[in-house]
């Protein structure tokens, strides 16, 4: 079952700009993970944080995991139209031996 | 290069038709997965293996089936029960004694009902 649910659904930003998204859950997680998906593509594993970790960065992303509140945030700077996708989170659920996937964010970065 | 290969890229199946998607991987991966993709939505599971000669229905087996007789290949049959097949079909794979750790997709096969 998805128990990932990002917001918001949709974002338009000028390049440059930094983009910002969200993810909720529902149950305890081992992991957290965020993915992008080009148009008509798979998907990339961008970055994975774990339930111990608090703050993860890799190169122009930065993660966050709040355990209490079961959720995360994905935040992209100084974003570039190389960034147009869609982003997706992924939860490892304690318990479950799968990975959730929520809906998906749209983010369009206008040149 | 390693990576994951699915064929073919776009298929069309006819009402009443089985039609096979292929997935095949040199990562030396032991963990497969597939996986259906509709339109605004997130990815459900139709089915994994973690092993050769293994597999797992996950949320959404009905009117699909799968073999694992090789490692690296883990072909998906869509049958004529499952009655909305169109969608964008994606195979992944991981690590197995992580599997859950970071998956590794193909670049799809869109299916569609003639």
């Known amino acids: 079952s998805q128990q990932g649910e990002e917001d918001p659904q949709a974002l338009s930003i000028q390049e440059g700009e930094n983009a910002t998204m969200n993810c909720s859950y529902k149950?305890?997680?081992?992991?957290l993970q965020w993915y992008r998906q080009n148009s008509g593509r798979g998907l990339v594993h961008l970055i994975l944080?774990?339930?111990?970790?608090r703050e993860k960065h890799s190169g122009r992303l930065r993660v966050t995991l709040d355990t209490s509140k079961k959720s995360s945030s994905l935040l992209i700077t100084a974003s570039r139209a190389a960034d147009t996708a869609s982003y997706f989170c992924?939860?490892?659920?304690?318990?479950?031996?799968?990975?959730?996937f929520g809906k998906g964010n749209q983010v369009v970065v206008i040149p | 290069d390693g990576g994951i290969t699915q064929s073919p890229k776009y298929l069309f199946r006819k009402e009443g038709q089985n039609v096979t998607l292929s997935c095949e991987q040199n990562?030396?991966?032991?963990?497969m997965y597939w996986y259906r993709q509709d339109p605004g939505q997130g990815l459900r599971l139709i089915y994994y293996?973690?092993?050769?000669?293994?597999?797992q229905k996950g949320d959404i087996a009905e009117g699909y089936s799968v073999s694992r007789e090789k490692k690296e290949s883990f072909p998906l049959t869509v049958t004529s029960a499952q009655k909305n097949p169109t969608a964008f079909y994606l195979c992944?794979?991981?690590?197995?004694?992580?599997?859950?750790?970071?998956?590794?997709f193909g670049s799809g096969t869109q299916l569609s009902v003639l």
């Open positions: 944080i774990r339930s111990n970790e």
């Open positions: 149950t305890s997680i081992n992991n």
């Open positions: 990562l030396n991966h032991d963990a």
């Open positions: 992924a939860t490892d659920a304690r318990g479950n031996n799968r990975l959730a």
């Open positions: 992944a794979s991981s690590i197995g004694d992580r599997p859950n750790e970071k998956l590794f």
């Open positions: 293996s973690q092993i050769v000669n293994d597999f």
